[in-house]
Nanobody
Framework: QVQLVESGGGLVQAGGSLRLSCAAS????????MAWYRQAPGKLRELVAD???????NYADSVKGRFTISRDNAKNTVTLQTNSLKPEDTAVYYC???????????????WGQGTLVTVSS
C-alpha cells in the first residue's frame, strides 16, 4: 500500500509564499505522474499542477508564473512552491500520485489527506 503525506500548509498574507511537500511511502514498483490539486469551500477539486517522472510540468492558468512544481524521484517526493499568493488560492491542497505495484500491474492512483492553505487579504 502506498501512502502520501503532505506538509507545509498554513496561514499567509496575500503576496506571501508557502512551500508544500508530499512524500510517498510504502511498497511500489514505480511512481509515474505526481500532481497537486486543490479544493476551495463550495467548489470542485481542480488540478493545480502536475509533473511526469521525466520532469515535464503542466500548470493551471490561474497559477502560471506564481507556482512551481518539482520532484525528487530518488526520494519519491513532490514539492509545490507557491509565490505571490492571493486570497483566491485559499483551499485544501491535495497531492496525488500514479503508481504501479509491479512491472506488470496497472497504474493506480493514491491521494494524500490534504493540507490547508489560507491566504488572508
Amino acid at each position: 500500500q502506498v501512502q502520501l503525506v503532505e506538509s507545509g500548509g498554513g496561514l499567509v498574507q496575500a503576496g506571501g509564499s508557502l512551500r508544500l511537500s508530499c512524500a510517498a511511502s510504502g511498497s511500489f514498483f514505480r511512481i509515474n505522474a505526481m500532481a497537486w490539486y486543490r479544493q476551495a469551500p463550495g467548489k470542485l477539486r481542480e488540478l493545480v499542477a502536475d509533473i511526469t517522472s521525466g520532469g515535464i510540468t503542466n500548470y493551471a492558468d490561474s497559477v502560471k508564473g506564481r507556482f512551481t512544481i518539482s520532484r525528487d524521484n530518488a526520494k519519491n517526493t513532490v514539492t509545490l512552491q507557491t509565490n505571490s499568493l492571493k486570497p483566491e488560492d485559499t483551499a485544501v491542497y491535495y497531492c496525488k500520485a500514479d503508481y504501479k505495484r509491479t512491472f506488470y500491474a496497472p497504474y493506480l492512483e493514491v491521494w494524500g489527506q490534504g493540507t490547508l492553505v489560507t491566504v488572508s487579504s
